[in-house]
T-cell receptor, first 114, second 109 residues
Framework: EAGVAQSPRYKIIEKRQSVAFWCNPISGHATLYWYQQILGQGPKLLIQFQNNGVVDDSQLPKDRFSAERLKGVDSTLKIQPAKLEDSAVYLC????????????FGPGTRLTVL | GQSLEQPSEVTAVEGAIVQINCTYQTSGFYGLSWYQQHDGGAPTFLSYNALDGLEETGRFSSFLSRSDSYGYLLLQELQMKDSASYFCAGSTYGQNFVFGPGTRLSVLP
């Protein structure tokens, strides 16, 4: 089966600009996560979706970050305006129905904010 | 909330056995997962424990002790390609995952 797809793979922007990331999950995977991974650290959960509903967004900086999964399939994560400290890899991961443990990660989007 | 602790670095030689420990503090803990991440790559799933005891998958094994809030990943017959970062991740009943800071494993020839 096809894996989790993400685009773009790399993005360089100036601070205060906006940026959007896209994730296409494995077909049938209902649970979708966005993580932020700063160099040398573990992934940090930003938001968790179950189908098109938000399960947990407690660590999402809502003044600048937003995410949606309108039809319960593809998801987008947006940052507006970006700050220098947003430079990181943004990872999308999904879990299949009936599974409790195995997350499948996409290749990530490496964001550099100058 | 949850927090997990791991050693930052571990070094071993090819063919050896290495153990990476993970201690956790969490509310609503459900299970402990392990992921491998090569530089520039995405995390890939290695193992999962929801019950106490040892889970074996090829050269990799994972252990969990709920009473001690402790787990470990055991890598046997180390190969150069095992050089990577290894993350433990605690999960809750709501499938919410918190990752540890990661352990960087260097395998020497």
């Amino acid at each position: 089966e096809a894996g989790v797809a993400q685009s773009p793979r790399y993005k360089i922007i100036e601070k205060r600009q906006s940026v959007a990331f896209w994730c296409n999950p494995i077909s049938g995977h209902a649970t979708l996560y966005w993580y932020q991974q700063i160099l040398g650290q573990g992934p940090k959960l930003l938001i968790q979706f179950q189908n098109n509903g938000v399960v947990d967004d407690s660590q999402l900086p809502k003044d600048r970050f937003s995410a949606e999964r309108l039809k319960g399939v593809d998801s987008t994560l947006k940052i507006q305006p970006a700050k220098l400290e947003d430079s990181a890899v943004y990872l999308c991961a999904t879990i299949g129905v009936g599974s409790t443990d195995t997350q499948y990660f996409g290749p990530g989007t490496r964001l550099t904010v100058l | 909330g949850q927090s997990l602790e791991q050693p930052s670095e571990v070094t071993a030689v090819e063919g050896a056995i290495v153990q990476i420990n993970c201690t956790y503090q969490t509310s609503g803990f459900y299970g402990l997962s392990w992921y491998q991440q090569h530089d520039g790559g995405a995390p890939t799933f290695l193992s999962y424990n929801a019950l106490d005891g040892l889970e074996e998958t090829g050269r990799f094994s994972s252990f969990l002790s709920r009473s001690d809030s402790y787990g470990y990943l055991l890598l046997q017959e180390l190969q150069m390609k095992d050089s990577a970062s290894y993350f433990c991740a605690g999960s809750t009943y709501g499938q919410n995952f918190v990752f540890g800071p990661g352990t960087r494993l260097s395998v020497l020839p």
